[in-house]
């Protein structure tokens, strides 16, 4: 946006925003979600908050992250790269394996007033390495995008261990693409603070609302697109998606806080193998009621299978009946096996049949899900199907392979919700529960 700001005669900035930018520049709060519609000038907004965060906390490490790094490439780096390279000329860029904007000593004396004994340094990453997020020690970050699938919640908590010495502050641009963890980490906690929460402010501002966007497109898009589509990525709404798996689930009905499950429940685990994720999920079976709680998610990599079992039964009160892997994976679960865990092969190997089984025990208020769970509750609220060109659902599951969770979750349901049935859940020794 050319017109977002006007060059000063001392090589300054004079800024043009419009008022729900303003709301954001104004807001004290260390987590700053800006939502917003689509061409509304929230990625434009992004370079002109970082620079007066490096100019009020000093000279360090700073970050600028997207889902992805051709979007970085699209977006967020040539906006950035347009104010601070190109218009105030306080650095450079080097690209490739580097990836970082320095300050020059030149660029040091513009922003602090002289020239600074420690590098000033933005470094760029992408959110679908976690792990490319580990290396900083940084004192803020702009998140372009965070509302995507692509951006995981292991890159938004890497992210909160680099700014953590320095307490750092996070403005997060976006549209809200789905119900993922942007919506319960942020959304909700501000919501149910009244809208006035001690550490996070919520900016939302619609397309329309910046003013260059034309009145006549934002109509059009009301009157052609579907309902949840229009809200979504023009009004900045957070609204169920189509194609949404588990539309079944309740956040208000299937969440509650966390108690001590007795110790006499019977446990179960469902287990989804990988080499650099294996998953699981936990779940503690309500004698009378038959109602599973899902109590515990695990992911880890890199560990012998048995690295696994050992954290798998830590804490545990008596060991859990345990199945998991699609039916190729025998050799998962011989090692398993072999390590001292029985996992017994699931006895549905159509993942979409699976599906249907876990969808009916949401239906049925079957399964209650401890809100401290993120990692399911992430997954849960963005599992979805890819979409066709008219915006419809497509049988195809969408980024299948990222959802450990879900399959691990299936795995299990898919033994308890067995053909002989009581309350929707079986609950006999016939499938070698060991009851």
Request: charged share 25%.
């Amino acid at each position: 946006m050319d017109d977002l700001y006007r060059v000063t005669k001392d090589g300054g900035l004079e800024l043009h925003f419009h008022a729900g930018q303003w709301r954001a520049w104004d807001s004290q709060k260390r987590f700053v979600a800006v939502l917003a519609g689509t061409q509304s000038g929230k990625t434009s907004y992004g370079p002109h908050w970082l620079y007066r965060e490096i100019k009020l906390r000093g000279p360090g490490d700073y970050l600028v992250v997207t889902p992805t790094y051709p979007l970085l490439q699209k977006k967020a780096l040539p906006e950035f790269r347009r104010i601070f390279q190109h218009v105030l000329r306080v650095g450079k860029y080097v690209g490739g394996s580097v990836n970082t904007f320095t300050f020059s000593a030149k660029g040091e004396k513009i922003t602090f007033g002289a020239e600074q004994s420690k590098p000033t340094t933005v470094m760029f990453g992408h959110a679908q390495d976690p792990d490319s997020l580990e290396s900083a020690t940084a004192k803020g970050a702009w998140l372009d995008e965070v509302g995507q699938k692509k951006f995981k919640l292991g890159s938004w908590e890497a992210i909160l261990r680099r700014l953590s010495i320095h307490q750092g502050r996070v403005l997060m641009t976006t549209t809200p693409y789905n119900l993922g963890w942007l919506k319960q980490k942020i959304w909700d906690p501000w919501l149910a603070a009244g809208k006035d929460h001690p550490s996070i402010d919520v900016i939302r501002f619609r397309s329309i609302d910046n003013p260059a966007f034309p009145r006549e497109e934002y109509d059009r898009a009301r009157q052609d697109l579907p309902l949840w589509k229009f809200n979504m990525f023009y009004n900045a709404l957070f609204t169920r998606p189509a194609g949404l798996i588990y539309d079944s689930f309740n956040e208000i009905e299937h969440v509650q806080p966390r108690f001590n499950i007795p110790q006499d429940w019977q446990r179960y685990i469902g287990l989804d193998f990988g080499g650099v994720n294996t998953a699981a999920m936990f779940f503690a079976r309500e004698p009378g009621t038959q109602r599973l709680y899902a109590y515990r998610e695990y992911k880890a990599g890199g560990r012998t299978a048995k690295q696994h079992i050992e954290k798998l039964l830590e804490g545990e009160p008596r060991r859990p009946t345990v199945v998991g892997g699609a039916k190729s994976e025998q050799q998962w679960r011989d090692e398993f096996a072999q390590a001292g865990l029985a996992v017994q092969q699931p006895p549905i190997s159509d993942v979409e049949v699976g599906i249907d089984r876990v969808y009916g025990c949401h239906s049925r208020n079957e399964i209650i899900v401890f809100s401290d769970l993120s990692g399911y509750l992430d997954e849960k609220m963005s599992y979805g199907r890819e979409l066709n060109d008219m915006g419809e659902p497509t049988e195809k599951i969408e980024d299948k392979n990222e959802y450990h969770f879900m399959d691990a979750e299936r795995y299990a349901i898919s033994l308890l919700r067995g053909q002989g049935v009581t309350g929707g859940l079986a609950i006999g020794k016939a499938k070698g529960w060991g009851i």
